[in-house]
């Protein structure tokens, strides 16, 4: 123990960055363990498709939509979330929701938005269509 105090001392800032992190570690777990939005990997996306009939929601924009997204996804973007443009949506606001974007982080703050407009059942594609193709999971291109 004596050793750890001495080191505090020699080293103010390291000791100040090493206490921040794990404060900041910790703040995540249990925001994360209190969430309504669950975070899910590719396979259960497909088995939540398959099983739970659950709707994949891409918010990427148009045109990255066009270029490839999962089978039977629906296109509406975060702008369209934010403006309260979730018509297409209405329908399944009873069933799971998995939102799906390049990388997982616009996604997710798509679903902190549908939460408070009053949708359940959220679910956050962890690494979005990078993890997807990573996967080499099956991909849909449109044609329009």
């Known amino acids: 123990m004596q050793e750890y105090i001495e080191f505090f001392k020699a080293n103010p800032m390291?000791?100040?960055?090493?206490?921040?992190?794990?404060?900041v570690?910790?703040?995540?777990?249990?925001?994360?363990?209190?969430?309504k939005i669950k975070t899910i990997n590719h396979?259960?996306?497909?088995?939540?498709?398959?099983?739970q009939d659950a709707k994949v929601?891409?918010?990427?924009?148009?045109?990255?939509f066009r270029k490839g997204h999962i089978v039977d996804a629906v296109n509406?973007?975060?702008a369209e979330i934010k403006n309260?443009?979730?018509t297409a949506l209405e329908k399944y606001k009873g069933s799971p929701i998995i939102l799906v974007c390049n990388a997982g982080?616009?996604?997710s703050q798509a679903a902190q938005l549908l939460s408070k407009q009053g949708f359940e059942n959220l679910y956050n594609l962890k690494g979005g269509m990078g993890e997807w193709h990573a996967a080499n999971m099956?991909?849909?291109?449109?044609?329009r």
């Open 14 to 23: 390291l000791s100040l960055a090493w206490v921040g992190l794990f404060v």
């Open 25 to 35: 570690l910790v703040v995540t777990v249990i925001k994360s363990s209190l969430s």
């Open 43 to 51: 396979q259960e996306l497909t088995m939540m498709v398959n099983r």
């Open 57 to 64: 929601v891409d918010v990427r924009s148009s045109d990255e």
């Open 76 to 78: 509406v973007t975060l």
């Open 84 to 86: 309260n443009q979730t």
């Open 105 to 107: 982080m616009t996604s």
């Open 138 to 143: 099956p991909v849909s291109k449109s044609k």
